[in-house]
């Protein structure tokens, strides 16, 4: 299905809803641009689904949720590893396709976003097989025994932003379906590409219609009509911390997993690994151009090593290359979208205003990689030094390649300052100096503390922040409890 509406008078293509297993067009055939961020044009249209595509959805999942939910683990763990496996074989053309929806260079997709999609897959299906319920023997007042068991929930709402598009959508099936439940998900409508092609690879492992269903649109009609359904009992959403408190509004009495926005310090002491801790900080400053919630945006710097660190951070910032997203030494393509720039933009105008030295960047990138991306959102990546604390460019989430650096005097004001935003997501410390590492770890409000690193993923471990930077937590177990009932059975005897 395709028209012919762009500048170029190219063909566009139209994305569709994957309902019980089919593509299809969303009922009140609505849609909605999808753009190229590297080009700034539109290059395919998204559904603008409303309630009724999302009842379509929830109707199919409820048809499906009796038989997958009694389906055998051993045959639930081997759908997703064929889902794992598709994906694996048609990586690269998820690579070139997330990389044009979202504006991301390919070499990052490659080495990190689709192979972790896969990982998603493969984790989830393999972790079922061992897990272990508990029992309680009693014997007073009366002797019985209980025993633990976990049951899938029904079908479960799921909903996706656009900065690691397929990622952060399968690190939520996969887990879902695995434990079994069925799904609707509503990834982002700023990147619907990847989830698109998904359906294809559901298909192609044998997942049976209904289990998961995608239904594309934005959040006001589609978003809110999935969490406001009755018969869905269960939320997971990852976006912005204010759509987070609408939607926990909207359901206050679902089970509901809110992974939200992050503000995250990097703590940076006089004994660290210089060498360490200079090149991750621009990867974690400026990787996926600074679009990922895990990224820092706030680094402080001890007082006696702070004009080396910033000079030098320039110097190896200067480094990072903004360009074309297809090339293989690439490191930093475009931001998602024209508002999105427009909002870093108002960022660093606020920065300012508000007294801040721009040391780097500040303004979008001049284009020489080719004249088709001279409409590209590009931005050049941004340290900015000299402002107070508690300045609005130091307090709010900005979420794009832009840095401020602090010095700071000594452990304790190290810990008030990364602790003085309303996020809690996560954080780093770099010192070699072993047991200041644990006692600043200890102090600093964040859901994941990296020392000396930044990153690091164990998909066993729990994800989730403190503060404004959300509720719950998910991954390996965490993700387990989440999408299941936990019931107890006493049997006396
Ligand atoms: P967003 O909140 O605007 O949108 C996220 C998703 O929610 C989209 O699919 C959107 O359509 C949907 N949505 C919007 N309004 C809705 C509503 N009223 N009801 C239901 N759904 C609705 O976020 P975004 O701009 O797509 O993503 C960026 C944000 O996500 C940043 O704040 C970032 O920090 C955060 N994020 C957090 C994590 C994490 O793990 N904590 C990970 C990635 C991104």
Known sequence: MTTTNNNDNQPIEKIRNFINGEYRDPIDLKYLDNYNPSIGKVYSLVPDSNKKDIDLAVEAAKKAFPTWSRTTVKERSAVLTRIANCLEKRLEEFVIAESRDQGKPQQLARGLDI???????????????????????????????????????????????????????????????????????????????????????????????????????????????????????????????????????????????????GKNPAVIFEDCNWEETLSTSVRSSFNNQGEICLCNSRIYVQQSIYDRFVKEFVERSKKWIVGDPTCPNTNMGALVSK?????????????????????????????????????????????????????????????????????FKDEAEAVELANSVQYGLSSSVWTQDITRAHRIAEQIQSGIVWINCWMIRDLRTPFGGQKQSGIGREGGEYSIDFYTEIKNNTIRF
């Open 115 to 261: 192979p972790r999609c896969v990982d998603n897959f493969r984790f989830f299906g393999g972790l079922i097989l061992y897990e272990k319920e508990n029992a309680y023997m009693q014997d007073t007042p009366i002797r019985a025994i209980n025993y633990t068991h976990k049951r899938p929930v029904g079908v479960c709402g799921l909903i996706s932003p656009w900065n690691l598009p397929l990622y952060l959508l399968t690190w939520k099936i996969a887990p879902a379906i695995a434990v079994g439940n069925t799904c609707v998900c509503k990834p982002s409508e700023i990147t619907p590409y990847t989830a698109y092609l998904l359906g294809q690879v559901l298909n192609e492992a044998g997942v049976p219609p209904g289990v998961v269903n995608i239904v594309f649109g934005n959040g006001p009609n589609a978003g809110s009509a999935l969490v406001e359904h009755k018969d869905v009992p269960l939320i997971s959403f990852t976006g912005g911390t204010v759509t987070g408190e609408r939607i926990a509004k909207m359901a206050p009495l679902k089970k509901m997993s809110l992974e939200l926005g």
């Open 339 to 407: 508002e999105h720039l427009a909002k870093i933009e108002y960022y660093v105008e606020l920065a300012r205003q508000e007294g801040g030295k721009i040391e780097l960047g500040g303004q979008r990138s001049h284009v020489t990689w080719g004249d088709q991306y001279k409409d590209g959102y590009f931005y050049q990546p941004t340290i900015i030094t000299g402002l107070a604390n508690n300045s609005r460019v130091i307090m709010e989430e900005i979420f794009g390649p832009v840095v401020t650096i602090t010095p």
